[in-house]
């Protein structure tokens, strides 16, 4: 279900990029948060964490108060391997408004943090998973995709159980 909104997205993106944009349309420096959030999508779906996190980037002054692109942001610094600006991203993501993140958001900075704090991230992260869970469930048994969906889904909080066991296990005691 989530591949599939990814997928739109980027397609869409890539529509949008390809058609001439109109002269009253807004150049991408003035563009609004929410293209640039689709356009930075596209670009790190497409393998390109590094132009994703320029264009991010060069939307400081709006990103810094989106959630979801600080979000974005966070998952670019991941896969170019700077964890420290991934967790300020999803610390102050989480600071603005953490409702509005994802349980994946959760799930990374509990995996770049450390004892109780890593707990309560990996708890909140598991209680994302598990309303996601709770909505797929009435439904799983009568779509399969539904179902492998419902399945990555409790894959998930089982790997996020054993992190936070072995949390307990190693930094906490």
């Not at 600080?70 to 102050?92: F, G, K, P, Y």
């Not at 993140?101 to 704090?117: I, K, N, R, T």
């Not at 994302?128 to 998930?156: C, M, N, T, Y």
Request: negative net charge.
């Amino acid at each position: 279900m989530a591949k599939k909104k990814k997928r739109a997205a980027a397609a869409a993106a890539a529509a949008a990029a390809a058609a001439p944009a109109p002269a009253s349309a807004p150049s991408l420096s003035k563009a609004l948060p929410a293209e640039v959030i689709v356009r930075a999508q596209a670009l790190l779906d497409g393998g390109d964490p590094a132009a994703a996190r320029e264009l991010l980037v060069a939307h400081a002054d709006t990103v810094q108060d989106s959630p979801d692109a600080l979000e974005l942001l966070a998952l670019c610094e991941l896969d170019l391997l700077n964890e420290t600006a991934a967790a300020q991203c999803l610390r102050r993501a989480i600071a603005l408004n953490p409702a509005r993140l994802s349980p994946a958001a959760f799930m990374s900075l509990a995996q770049l943090s450390e004892g109780p704090e890593a707990l309560r991230l990996y708890e909140r992260g598991i209680s994302g998973l598990q309303d996601e869970a709770d909505v797929l469930a009435p439904d799983a048994d009568h779509d399969p995709i539904i179902a492998e969906e419902l399945a990555s889904i409790r894959r998930k909080m089982a790997l996020a159980l054993c992190a936070m066991t072995e949390i307990y296990m190693t930094d906490c005691w």
